[in-house]
């Protein structure tokens, strides 16, 4: 390349990974961001010479990766942390802790801060996130700088209900949360200089009756709109779907017109091999949580649902946001699952499948998810200059095996820093952590107070 270049935002002298076709690292790599897209990525002395830019920045010893595509989330959830992990599946159906119906909507906005807030220092410059209160949650996620998809629960059973083992389902109440959903989309779809969105969130097949999945299906072709959901998440979800509507939840999926590439499916947990096979057959993304499903004893069949030919994504769910933390889990199930170490599961896999493919399931795939020219320069800046992650050898390995979402330095959207040093420039984080704890100690002294 020939001829000066003036970029808005320069940076050198750092280790690129630049997430391609090719899985390119690059050592001593300079990245040139113009208007919020990345302008130029390759060695720092192959720079056109003479090329300027309005702001450059040095950051030897760091590692430069493309923002992690959280998909799927629930920010409200850090009410329950260091708790509900203990308590078996679906702590939202166990009589005794805050649930979502208990959650005013200044809770919900101080909660989903706090947790948009954790996930940004963590390196996710993209979350989709689902709970309550979407309305008013979305925008308070987003004015923190990065991408954020939000949908409320649709559903039509009556959640105060499950947690006593009874599925009821109403007309209205579907009614109500799918027209939610339709108004925010309405609203905030593609607003916040096109950083906020929504998918429509079908609970999960067990909360949504057949007619429900159905409206949900039209909905989305309707409005051009992707689904995410919640599937095979537990036994009791296939034995009430099977009793209910007498098919397995991907055959019911699959009948009501949502198992297809447009699908973002959580957990994917206790599946036959015919249904392996179907969800592989649609090209369905898998929102792989294995952290989350480790800490609740489960694991998914992450290997035979990849050699299928699901498309797999990843998330860190309920409690925390660590999504270096969710890399490594998710090598080592697929490790355990293949028995040992081979091509299958490897360091640059789940890497992608936090960035790339993340951004695929998203529809976003040719805007973000990898460091290439014309794409938005959504990235994160690892410091490895500590001493777990030296030396460096491997950054690919050193990132997957050894470091932490604390490792994350600076972050980037759209070519802003939206985390500097390890703090959030949008916010006070102090605030952000001081309303959480209130909103939190309010939920528990009501949740006590009513068990």
Known sequence: MTGTRAFDLLLTELTIVTVDACMRVIERGALGVTGGRIA???????????????????????????????????????????????????????????????????????????????????????????????????????????????????????????????????????????????????????????????????????????ALLRDIADASRRHGLRVNTHLAQSRKEVVQVLHRSGRTPPQLLEETGLLNDRLLAAHCLFLDADDIARCGRAGIHVAHIPKGNATGGTRAPTSALRRAGANFALGTDNMHADMVEVLRWALAIGRLQEDGVGDFWQPADVLRMATIEGARAMGLGDEIGSLEVGKRADMVAFDFRRPHLVPCINPVGNLVHVAQGRDVEHVWVDGERVVESGRPTQADLDTILRDAQKASVALWQRARASA
């Not at 203990?86 to 702590?91: C, N, V």
């Not at 700088?145 to 105060?160: Q, T």
């Open 40 to 210: 130029w990525v390759g060695p720092a002395d192959e720079l056109p010479p003479g090329a300027t830019a309005a702001r450059r920045v040095s950051l030897a010893g760091r590692v430069l990766t493309p923002g992690f595509v959280n998909v799927h989330t629930h920010a409200i959830l850090t009410m329950v942390r260091g708790v509900a992990e203990d308590l078996g599946f679906a702590p939202a159906y166990t009589p005794g802790i805050p649930h979502g119906h208990d959650v005013t909507p200044e809770e919900a906005v101080a909660l989903a801060r706090l947790g948009t807030a954790e996930a940004l220092l963590f390196g996710s410059t993209l979350i989709n996130d689902t709970y309550v209160h979407a309305d008013l949650t979305l925008p308070a996620m987003a004015a923190l700088g990065g991408r954020v998809f939000s949908c409320g629960r649709i559903h039509d059973a009556d959640f105060s209900l499950i947690g006593d083992g009874h599925w009821e389902h109403h007309r209205e109440i579907g009614e109500r949360t799918l027209g939610e959903a339709l108004e925010l989309a309405a609203r905030w779809h593609g607003k916040f200089d096109g950083r906020a969105g929504v998918q429509l969130s079908a609970h999960a097949p067990d909360t949504c009756s057949d």
